[in-house]
């Protein structure tokens, strides 16, 4: 099974150094010993010593103990290596990492073990297996959770840019409203809304069965925008049935959480077997962040567009590369993915910290994203035969 794996690289430019002398870029001797210790590092966790290095390059012509020391030293200098004490050994930076995901990697593929866990989670060769995208995307969560044992998260696409299938309106006590809205592909959207005034079933009935016939196939923002122009343009249509209707798409899609979508996050306990967050300040902070709806997808949206850049790249944050300070010790790898019949773009994420392997979670969420596509297109195609 061939895979395409894109990942999205950052310029020179757009990374943030720390000093001058990281715009230094190492020779082919210091990338090899840079891939070696960030290697070494992502197993133990510890600080990589110029000893360890020379044990696993002994008999290489050129790396003798005095040349690795030499160049870990200067790959400190470039800013690529750090020593958190005066004794230790060293760890990769920010930007070590930065420059590792970007020119180290090599080419990217799922191993069988991993394609293996993911055919048997998605069902792969049962024809009598079915899902809803809803219940896919809450197990694809917990598939990458999994996975990298970190934090699995995937978005739906917005509610607001949904394309509309169906929309129901069920009356509640204390004037609320439970609004029903199916998208494409068979995406179901609940939301409670609180009104002003009261409206009767009939009233909720008339304005679901004319929102329905009229606007079937349209995202909410164009709906909510259509029936504004005819109140604007056509008096006499200004009745009470347009009213609500304005009133229901209005509040529909009332806040910015969700024009984002909704959100699936898995193995946030993860988080707390890691010795990388020692700070239990920060680790709060980050629990706190990835325990608020609208906090996290702001996050998200900003690491992934849904315009021109969600075009099949993985995209990858690293440290002190995220905007929001709880995730400063933190590596976001997203990716987007499409839902058929829609124009809107969903994301799929392992958020852990930035000891994670990059190569396999680079390969897993790409592979994951992609397939997440094809079972949601399956999905339809299947109720759309039905």
Known sequence: ?????????????????????????????G???????????????????????????????????????NVMSELEDFGL??????SAGRVPTDQGYRFYVDNLLGVLSVSK???????????????????????????????????????????SPSLANDRLQHIGFVNLPDNRVLIVLVSAPNIVHNKIIRLKTAFSNDELERTARYLNAEFSGKSLSEIRASILKLMHEEKALFDKLLQTAV???????????????????????????????ADLERLRELLRTIGEKSRLLQIL??????????KGNVQIIIGSENSSPSLKNCTLITAPYRLAGSSAFGTLS????????????ISIVSYVAQILEKMIAKEHSGSSNN
């Open 350 to 361: 392992v958020l852990g910290p930035t000891r994670i392997e990059y190569a396999r979670m």
């Open 1 to 29: 099974m061939r895979i395409k794996l894109t990942v999205k690289k950052m310029s020179v430019r757009e990374i943030q150094y720390t000093s001058e002398n990281i715009l230094k870029v190492p020779d082919s001797r």
């Open 247 to 277: 009133i229901l798409c209005s509040q529909s899609i009332e806040d910015e959480e969700d024009r984002l979508g909704e959100v699936y996050v898995d193995g946030t306990p993860n988080i707390l077997t890691k010795n990388d967050f």
């Open 81 to 86: 290596l750090e020593q958190p004490h005066t």
């Open 301 to 310: 949206n900003e690491c992934v567009g849904r315009g021109e850049s969600a």
């Open 113 to 155: 073990d991993d394609l293996r866990m993911i055919s048997d989670e998605f069902g792969f060769g049962d024809s009598d297996f079915t899902e809803t995208p809803d219940r896919l995307m809450e197990r694809t969560s917990q598939l990458l959770s999994a996975l990298s044992n970190n934090v699995g998260i995937v978005v």
């Open 31 to 69: 990338q090899i010993i840079l891939s070696a210790v960030i290697n070494e590092h992502l197993i133990t966790g510890e600080p990589v010593g110029s000893k360890t290095i020379a044990e696993k390059f002994s008999g290489a012509s050129g790396l003798s103990s005095a040349t690795i020391r």
